[in-house]
């Protein structure tokens, strides 16, 4: 057994323009909520450094949302930067929660994930539970990279098989299996009587600075790595040099930046009414 990465809410956050952009565009497709008369009841799983759950509130200003995530550093920035009464008289909150066993306590009127459910195998089966949970007419949306095929994602998993980190790091990263395709969750949650919307999108980011690949991804995929090797500073030095002159020559710079293509898988079930 694995132990969870360790996250650095930071380093993440170094890219918190373009990572937020796609939660955005989920937003936008997510249709009104049934809590008429009431505040809505949101609940955000993975919810991280908490930047992307306040957006929630600027949507449904009164709404009492509730971030979930089982990185207490992640949780400890989250709280500081965002926990409180929300200026439309709603409330933010934040609670550890491990979406591999997440189990609503309360109804909701929304459940959103950003970028969160590709690391817990078989995320796919908690969908029954969760919409059990939801009021009639609740939503179900989330958003996970479909990027796994990627240079920046096949490299680095490429490079944990070497010889000189198989043992170490073999068996670390997340495949392509980590999500579904886009129509097979389209169709489990056409079967689970949803009203569902599901597509893709693959954005082009323009990022810049040195290395800012390999920089972007010391935020996200490279976590079980560091994790895993970083008790080892050498190792890790050691690892960064390789995969950072892979990722050169997969990412090259041009005359605006580097061109990071990064496509993303979105869904939005609401429960009948």
Same mark, same amino acid.
């Given at each position: 057994?694995?132990?969870?990465?360790?996250?650095?809410? &930071?380093? *993440?956050?170094?890219?918190?323009?373009?990572?937020?952009? =796609?939660?955005?565009?989920?937003?936008?497709?997510?249709?009104?909520?049934?809590?008429?008369?009431?505040?809505?009841?949101?609940?955000?799983?993975?919810?991280? +450094?908490?930047?992307?759950?306040?957006?929630?509130?600027?949507?449904?200003?009164?709404?009492?949302?509730?971030?979930?995530?089982?990185?207490p550093e992640m949780l400890q920035? @989250?709280?500081?930067?965002? +926990?409180?009464?929300?200026?439309?008289?709603?409330?933010?909150?934040?609670?550890?929660?491990? !979406?591999?066993?997440?189990?609503?306590?309360?109804?909701?009127?929304?459940?959103?994930?950003?970028? +969160?459910? &590709?690391? #817990?195998? /078989?995320?796919?089966?908690?969908?029954?539970?969760?919409?059990?949970?939801?009021?009639?007419?609740? #939503? !179900?949306?989330?958003? #996970?990279?479909?990027?796994?095929?990627?240079?920046?994602?096949?490299?680095?998993?490429?490079?944990?098989?070497?010889?000189?980190?198989?043992?170490?790091?073999?068996? *670390?990263?997340?495949?392509?299996?980590?999500?579904?395709?886009?129509?097979?969750?389209?169709?489990?949650?056409?079967? !689970? /009587?949803?009203?569902?919307?599901?597509?893709?999108?693959? *954005?082009?980011?323009?990022?810049?600075?040195?290395?800012?690949?390999?920089?972007?991804?010391? /935020?996200?995929?490279?976590?079980?790595?560091?994790?895993?090797? /970083?008790?080892?500073?050498?190792?890790?030095?050691?690892?960064? @040099? &390789?995969?950072?002159?892979?990722?050169?020559?997969? *990412? =090259?710079?041009?005359?605006?930046?580097? #061109?990071?293509?990064?496509?993303?898988?979105?869904?939005?079930?609401?429960? +009948?009414?």
């Open positions: 057994m694995h132990s969870a990465p360790t996250w650095d809410p &930071q380093q *993440y956050l170094r890219h918190s323009g373009h990572r937020t952009r =796609p939660f955005l565009d989920l937003l936008a497709r997510v249709p009104d909520l049934p809590a008429a008369g009431r505040p809505a009841r949101i609940a955000d799983l993975g919810c991280g +450094a908490g930047n992307v759950t306040a957006l929630l509130a600027d949507r449904w200003p009164d709404a009492l949302i509730t971030g979930f995530d089982n990185s920035r @989250a709280a500081k930067e965002y +926990a409180g009464p929300t200026p439309g008289g709603g409330r933010l909150d934040f609670r550890p929660g491990d !979406l591999a066993d997440w189990t609503p306590e309360e109804p909701y009127d929304l459940i959103v994930s950003n970028a +969160a459910l &590709q690391w #817990v195998p /078989g995320h796919a089966d908690s969908f029954p539970g969760w919409l059990d949970a939801l009021a009639p007419g609740g #939503v !179900l949306a989330f958003q #996970v990279p479909g990027n796994f095929v990627a240079p920046s994602h096949r490299l680095l998993r490429d490079l944990c098989t070497r010889p000189e980190w198989r043992d170490r790091l073999g068996d *670390y990263l997340r495949g392509p299996a980590s999500v579904l395709d886009p129509a097979e969750y389209l169709t489990r949650l056409l079967g !689970l /009587g949803c009203e569902v919307d599901v597509w893709e999108t693959t *954005y082009c980011h323009l990022l810049t600075g040195e290395d800012p690949v390999l920089d972007w991804v010391k /935020g996200t995929g490279l976590r079980p790595v560091l994790t895993a090797l /970083g008790d080892d500073p050498e190792a890790v030095d050691a690892f960064l @040099a &390789q995969y950072r002159d892979l990722l050169r020559a997969a *990412y =090259p710079p041009g005359p605006h930046g580097t #061109v990071f293509p990064f496509r993303r898988l979105f869904a939005v079930a609401r429960k +009948a009414g």
